[in-house]
């Protein structure tokens, strides 16, 4: 199954306003075109994004009350409004969609310039209609195309956003959401963190209790961090028994107090591990930060959140380790 592209699933139609105009304007124009939303632009570039929840939130109290008085869209209006590159794919809008729970992403084109919207309507259609396409592969042609069967299988499999095991995001969704949060931290000058996890000793756990109380061990790590985490934030599993967790306009200092959070919250569980000299299911975690001006690769923050969860572990582990910690520890030298 070939990949399905934005550009063919957008509303091109998509109808957009200056920053400079009136709500009273938008509202009218929403209500007598039926627009479920409308997009801020300056100079053709999205800027915002207005929508129905927007306008039901304010609209009522401000016209009963201020009936004489301009309201301006900018104002009111979601900013910085989380956009999509017209040659991105349906799985990438999917993720970004559910990681940032929205309903309209803009569609931009390589200048950046508005070209159309996409709303989840466009995507649940979409992806409902690919899976009809592979159910029919499967009912009607078994005998004759078993090979494009398969492939159909394993296109289906690779549409899952989330990890079978621990119902968090997978390493692929959180390729494209860290991707994504990079590009856009850089678009608009804004921060970013994230924290690589590991839970210490997990093999010897494993060895000790067996897998079966090991993948129940790692349901209990992703539900105590969970409970510790801002609803903004989103947790993945990056492989084995290593979490990642996107603290989005979160700075790297507020990152650290994030984790060390999840640490305690897990190590006050009391989850038994014989063969950890804490005799307890611990975490340690290496965070790196982006402050919006720096000129590096989102690959490039994995690696030094990994480089500082690997400090972690020689310390000692049920740990975290960063770069902000490593200047005080200089400093009070």
């Known amino acids: 199954m070939q990949h399905i592209y934005i550009r063919e699933l957008m509303s091109p139609s998509v109808k957009?306003?200056?920053?400079?105009?009136?709500?009273?304007?938008?509202?009218?124009?929403?209500?007598?075109?039926?627009y479920s939303c409308m997009v801020i632009t300056e100079n053709h570039k999205p800027?915002?994004?207005?929508?129905?929840?927007?306008?039901i939130k304010v609209l009522s109290e401000l016209l009963v009350m201020?009936?004489?008085?301009?309201?301006?869209?900018?104002?009111?209006?979601s900013s910085p409004p989380v956009c999509i590159n017209e040659d991105a794919t349906l799985y990438e809008a999917l993720?970004?969609?559910?990681?940032r729970n929205i309903r309209h992403l803009p569609v931009v084109n390589a200048e950046e310039e508005l070209v159309g919207v996409l709303t989840y309507a466009d995507m649940a259609r979409a992806h409902f209609n690919a899976i009809e396409k592979q159910r029919d592969i499967i009912e009607h042609q078994i005998n004759e195309r078993t090979r494009e069967l398969i492939e159909a299988?394993?296109?289906?499999?690779?549409?899952?956003?989330?990890?079978?095991?621990?119902?968090?995001?997978?390493?692929?969704?959180?390729?494209?959401?860290?991707?994504?949060?990079?590009?856009?931290?850089?678009?608009?000058?804004?921060?970013?963190?994230?924290?690589?996890?590991?839970?210490?000793y997990f093999k010897k756990y494993n060895d000790h209790?067996?897998?079966?109380?090991?993948?129940?061990?790692?349901?209990?790590?992703?539900?105590?961090?969970?409970?510790?985490?801002?609803s903004s934030d989103r947790?993945?599993?990056?492989?084995?028994?290593?979490?990642?967790?996107l603290l989005p306009e979160a700075p790297l200092q507020a990152a650290v107090k994030v984790c060390e959070r999840a640490l305690q919250?897990?190590?006050?569980?009391?989850?038994?591990?014989?063969?950890?000299?804490?005799?307890?299911?611990?975490?340690?975690?290496?965070?790196?930060?982006?402050?919006?001006?720096?000129?590096?690769?989102?690959?490039?923050?994995?690696?030094?959140?990994?480089?500082?969860?690997?400090?972690?572990?020689?310390?000692?582990?049920?740990?975290?380790?960063?770069?902000?910690?490593?200047?005080?520890?200089?400093?009070?030298?």
């Open 153 to 200: 299988n394993e296109e289906l499999k690779a549409l899952s956003l989330q990890d079978s095991l621990l119902g968090i995001g997978n390493r692929r969704s959180m390729e494209v959401d860290v991707q994504f949060t990079h590009v856009n931290a850089l678009r608009y000058k804004r921060t970013y963190s994230l924290g690589l996890l590991d839970v210490d």
């Open 235 to 245: 947790l993945y599993r990056y492989g084995g028994e290593e979490l990642l967790l």
């Open 47 to 55: 800027v915002g994004i207005i929508t129905e929840r927007d306008m």
């Open 66 to 77: 201020c009936p004489t008085r301009r309201f301006y869209v900018s104002d009111f209006m």
């Open 265 to 333: 919250k897990l190590f006050a569980k009391g989850l038994p591990h014989a063969a950890s000299p804490y005799q307890a299911v611990t975490l340690s975690a290496g965070v790196a930060g982006v402050d919006g001006r720096q000129k590096c690769t989102w690959e490039a923050v994995v690696a030094e959140a990994d480089k500082w969860l690997y400090e972690a572990k020689g310390q000692g582990r049920n740990r975290v380790c960063s770069a902000a910690q490593a200047q005080r520890q200089v400093e009070s030298l």
């Open 209 to 230: 209790y067996g897998h079966q109380c090991g993948d129940e061990a790692l349901r209990m790590v992703v539900d105590a961090v969970k409970s510790t985490v801002r």
């Open 95 to 99: 993720v970004i969609t559910q990681a």
């Open 16 to 34: 957009s306003v200056d920053a400079s105009a009136t709500l009273d304007a938008v509202i009218r124009l929403m209500h007598n075109h039926v």
